[in-house]
C-alpha cells in the first residue's frame, strides 16, 4: 500500500530560511533517502517552495473557481515536503515516519487511498477503468531528470 509521508511547513520554510545545520540536515535526509530506497520503501519525494510561490484554486458549486495567489498565513495547514512510500503494512510506514532525521518539526502520514477503496460505491467497471487510468499513467508519465 502507498503512504503519503507529509512534512509540515514551519514559519522558517515559509520565509525560505534554512536551518543553521543546513549541511547536516541534507547529509541525514540523504543516508534517510537511501535506506528507504534500499529498502524498495521510497517512490517519490521533494521539498516544496514556500507557499508565496503557490496558489490555492477553490470551488463553490457550479461557479467559476476562485484562484488565490499565496503566500497563505496559516503554516500549521501548509506543507513543505513530502515522500511517497509504498510499505507491506502501516506499521512499516509509521516506522519510517519515526526515523524522519528532524530535530525539530512535524511530519504527518496518511494513506492513499487505491481503487478498491469504493467497492460497493461505485461499479466494478469504474474500479478496473481505474486501475487502467494508473497503469497508463505509469507508462506515460515523464521519467524523472536524474
Not at 23 to 31: K, P, V
Not at 48 to 57: E, I, K, Q, T, Y
Not at 100 to 117: K, T
Not at 141 to 146: G, M, R, T
Amino acid at each position: 500500500m502507498r503512504y503519503l509521508l507529509i512534512v509540515k511547513a514551519t514559519p522558517e520554510s515559509e520565509r525560505g530560511e534554512m536551518p543553521a545545520d543546513v549541511e547536516r540536515l541534507m547529509a541525514d535526509m540523504g543516508r534517510f533517502n537511501e535506506e528507504m530506497i534500499a529498502a524498495g520503501a521510497l517512490v517519490d519525494a521533494a521539498g516544496l517552495a514556500p507557499s508565496a510561490a503557490g496558489h490555492r484554486v477553490r470551488f463553490e458549486g457550479l461557479g467559476k473557481p476562485v484562484v488565490t495567489s499565496g503566500p497563505f498565513a496559516n503554516t500549521t495547514e501548509l506543507a513543505s515536503g513530502y515522500w511517497i512510500l509504498e510499505c507491506k503494512t502501516a506499521d512499516e510506514a509509521l516506522g519510517w515516519a519515526r526515523r524522519v532525521p528532524f530535530a525539530s518539526g512535524e511530519v504527518e502520514l496518511r494513506p492513499l487511498q487505491d481503487p478498491e477503496a469504493f467497492e460497493g460505491l461505485v461499479s466494478e467497471d469504474e474500479i478496473q477503468k481505474e486501475h487502467d487510468h494508473r497503469a497508463e499513467q505509469l507508462r506515460k508519465a515523464p521519467k524523472p531528470e536524474v
